[in-house]
């Protein structure tokens, strides 16, 4: 699906740089600078996977309000990390999507999702998007994993995802495939509970929480190739 390329909000973006928060040549400071006002981030996260439409960013990241999203994504566009195109008919929506640059930031993410899980403050039974879920096993996968090959449907509530393991990484897209070796249909909670808390699958289905179709081994040897790191004391 080929989208449209547009420009910034009402067709033009103020490309006036803004006031700097630091007087400062170091890369860190100058990416505070990109994305260091408050859910920067997490906007980029959620676009991680894939364009998202406004209503569906906003729905995602609880708390954040049109408004602020909306001066969020205009910065991000200016920085340069974020592009607005456009949905082909008969859709015909625009969308925001990182530009090639921006996606050069998952290693970003990955170190300070690894780094900040460590905390005792972190809290696994908050609430997540299908994003974060999904970026998590990118993040927490074994790197001496055994060599596997398989496909992974997940399913929640408002997202699809494929995911597709092989000897070097875990690939994950937004969508459906014809033919899965295991799917998980949950909610992003649940999921984290099954993964990162190596909860029966049974326990989930008998809630009502968890739908498992498929290799259910295969499925289970999944869920193994993840873990959080040691907490810090």
Known sequence: MKLEKVTGTNGKLDDTPPKRW?????????ALEFFGE???????????????????????????SANVLTQRLESLERSKIVA?????????A?????????????PIFQTMGRWATRSPLHDPTLPLSPVSAM??????????????????GFCFPTDAFVGRLDADELHIERGTADAVDASFATDPTTFVTLVYG?????????????SLTGDRDLARRFVELFALPPRHD
Do not use: H, Q
């Open 84 to 92: 607005r195109s456009r949905l082909p008919p008969p859709a015909n």
């Open 135 to 152: 970026l998590s096993l990118r993040t927490m996968i074994a790197t001496n994993r055994p060599p596997l090959a398989m496909t992974i």
């Open 22 to 30: 630091y007087d400062d040549a170091c890369g860190t400071a100058l």
């Open 94 to 106: 625009p969308v925001y999507g990182l530009t090639p640059w921006g996606y050069e930031a998952e």
């Open 38 to 64: 408050r859910w920067s981030l997490l906007i980029m996260r959620e676009l991680m996977l894939g364009p998202r439409r406004f209503g569906e960013l906003k729905a995602n990241l609880a708390g954040i």
């Open 198 to 210: 190596k909860r029966p699958f049974e326990d989930a289905e008998r809630e009502g929480s968890l």
